[in-house]
């Protein structure tokens, strides 16, 4: 009986018998839990807008973050 292994992704349940299919899977699985660390940190990066009232010559400075607005 060949090897049987058992992949999670994204909540669904992928069942592989073969070694190649396997070991491509477990590579997918890497990457995508890489990217996804990835996009993680630059949603937590800061903002910086800029603007300038021309009334006052006042140029202001603000921080936000990239999470999306409602």
Do not use: C, W
């Amino acid at each position: 009986m060949p090897d049987v292994s058992v992949f999670n992704m994204d909540n669904q349940n992928i069942n592989i018998k073969d070694s190649t299919a396997r070991s491509a899977a477990q590579s997918a699985l890497q990457k995508a839990t890489q990217a996804q660390a990835q996009v993680q940190e630059i949603l937590d990066l800061s903002r910086l807008e800029i603007s300038y009232e021309s009334g006052t010559e006042t140029i202001k400075f603000t921080t936000s973050d990239h999470e999306p607005t409602a």
